[in-house]
């Protein structure tokens, strides 16, 4: 019962299915899957152990928690453009003679470029991270498969229709593959180290836990770094005097 509770899994036997009143047959679920019935028949004459029934509920969500944040598009950036915008830009041209000027010309030349070729954009990101199995052919042919969707979805034809639907069964057939694949090999691999192979299974069996994350403005980011430097001036306002011999 201890192994169960770590594990988050509940037994709900809590009656003898044995002819000689011991309870030698359990149903074990997770807990946050509730059995709705469950019926104990009592043992008959050609089995000496109870008949079990039970209702469960396998409705899973699979709706996927989703966070928006916002994020430059790097990729879409033309770096031949941004070497031309610089090229042609004060900064290089005719760049200040003082030192806080020539500063305060590079941060805003720079940002401004920054913010034509790479502005910010609001992305999606899924709040739980990947499964460990899922590695880099598996995002290949999730790709794939989105690809193609693309592609039905814009051509409407039977051929785009039956392509995008042999990838899709290729696709779960790859997945639980690879599943099987790699929970094997890790098992297999921690079979002499009995603390390691339990870890595993804790992590095949418990429930994926709710990911819960603060939420930082970049208002709040600017005001914690400016007081940190505010303090650093104000501690170094009035320095002592070095003695230099």
């Known amino acids: 019962m201890s ?3 770590q594990h988050s899994l509940t037994q ?6 044995h002819r ?12 946050d899957r509730p059995i709705t019935t469950l019926d104990i028949g009592r043992p008959r004459i050609f089995s000496d152990h109870s008949f079990i029934t039970a ?3 396998l409705q899973f969500q699979h709706g996927q928690a989703v966070q928006e944040i916002r994020r430059r598009h790097w990729r879409r950036m033309n770096f031949d453009q941004l070497c031309d915008d610089i090229a042609c830009s004060d900064l290089l041209v005719d760049p200040p003679s003082d030192a806080v000027g020539l500063f305060t010309c590079y941060n805003e030349t720079l940002q401004a470029l920054i913010d034509k070729h790479a502005p910010y954009g609001a992305v999606k990101v899924p709040a739980n991270s990947n499964a460990p199995w899922f590695d880099y052919s598996c995002r290949v042919q999730k ?4 690809r193609l969707e693309r592609a039905y979805q814009r051509d409407q034809t039977a051929d785009a229709f039956d392509v995008w639907r042999r990838q899709s069964r290729f696709l779960r057939f790859f997945l639980r593959e690879r599943h099987a694949e790699y929970w094997s090999a890790t098992l297999s691999a921690c079979a002499r180290d009995p603390k390691a192979l339990w870890s595993k299974i804790d992590a095949i069996l418990r429930p994926p836990s709710s990911s819960i994350s603060a939420e930082h403005t970049a208002t709040e980011f600017a005001l914690y770094f400016q ?3 505010d303090a650093i001036r104000l501690a170094t306002d009035t320095p002592a005097s070095s003695i230099i011999i």
């Open 227 to 229: 007081s940190k430097v």
């Open 55 to 57: 209702e469960i509920d």
């Open 12 to 17: 709900h036997i809590a009656a003898a299915t």
């Open 143 to 146: 790709t794939e498969t989105r």
């Open 3 to 5: 192994l169960l509770d």
């Open 20 to 31: 000689g009143g011991h309870t030698l047959d359990i149903v074990v679920t997770r807990s």
